[in-house]
């Protein structure tokens, strides 16, 4: 027998001597399925609760003890009694023009600012990359009173544009299109740079197509931010036609507290656009974290 065969004899002595060395015990695995199931009950069970009180029928005890997620009498009444109670698409629809809005700048603006900040030399550079991380410390509380008399000096004031117009561009959106366009190679860019290509062109058929991942990102952050935004549309809009729909649905909140039901409904209506756009750009959404995540 040659030394080769001993020494994989023995290896294979030693394992079956010690069956357990290289997997994980049993109890690690039993912990860490209790620990993600009851992460997956305090981030999901929320929303089920909210989904199931809203297909609940009046005759049906939403109180009771132990509770029921499964509806005794399923119905969608409680959503046509939304609509009846406020006009929740025109809210929605005012909203969907916000949010759209709000991808948009910030898309455009986050990556033409990335980009120079990741791949251009200019004076200042330094100083305004730390000017938007000192961005991302001010609390948007402290700085309201001051946006809201801008507002009202640009005579912006109970419009969707003074809505949009103070988180168009984000800081942190800025620092995410920074870290993907310098995670980027330069061999390319001064390839297309030796070939003739301008600053715009490189910007538009080079590195923008590279951080498609991280654009989905900045899409998914802006559309959630101005879709769940409350505090800033309810201090600028005064005008009821013009309310968003996190401002529209607290009129379920006043008026008609006790009915929980509608409550739950409208908060489904809510919800339900951030978990299709969700669903729709997963994929580019995980790519993009790890784009992001690269240092330039």
Not at 33 to 38: R, T, V
Not at 118 to 147: D, H, K, N, W, Y
Not at 213 to 218: D, E, F, K, Y
Not at 238 to 266: E, I, M, P
């Amino acid at each position: 027998m040659t030394a080769g065969h001993r020494e994989r004899h023995g290896d294979r002595a030693e394992r079956r001597r010690m069956p357990g060395r290289g997997r994980t015990p049993r109890w690690r695995l039993l912990l860490r399925y209790l620990l993600l199931l009851a992460v997956l009950a305090l981030t999901v069970g929320p929303f089920l609760w909210q989904l199931s009180t809203s297909l609940k029928g009046p005759g049906e005890d939403i109180y009771r003890y132990p509770p029921s997620l499964i509806p005794g009498h399923l119905t969608f009444g409680n959503y046509a009694g939304v609509a009846e109670i406020i006009p929740v698409w025109d809210f929605a629809l005012n909203s969907l023009k916000v949010a759209a809005a709000n991808v948009l700048t910030n898309c455009a603006g986050a990556a033409l600012a990335g980009y120079a900040l990741a791949r251009m030399r200019f004076r200042g550079r330094r100083t305004a990359l730390v000017v938007f991380i000192m961005a991302m410390l001010v609390p948007v509380e402290s700085i309201m009173i001051a946006q809201f008399v801008t507002m009202r000096e640009l005579q912006l004031n109970n419009t969707l544009i003074g809505v949009l117009l103070p988180a168009c561009i984000g800081a942190m959106n800025v620092l995410l299109m920074r870290n993907a366009f310098a995670g980027l190679p330069y061999e390319v860019e001064e390839a297309a740079f030796v070939d003739g290509a301008n600053a715009w062109q490189r910007f538009v058929r080079i590195a923008l197509p590279s951080v498609k991942g991280t654009l989905a990102v900045v899409a998914i952050f802006a559309f959630m931010g101005a879709w769940d935004d409350f505090l800033w549309p309810l201090i600028v809009l005064s005008d009821q036609s013009k309310f968003t729909l996190t401002v529209g649905l607290n009129f379920l909140h006043g008026t008609f507290a006790d009915n929980q039901r509608l409550v739950a409904a409208g908060t489904v209506i809510a919800v339900l656009p951030l978990i299709v756009m969700f669903a729709c750009l997963q994929r580019y959404f995980f790519r993009g974290v790890g784009e992001g995540a690269v240092k330039g």
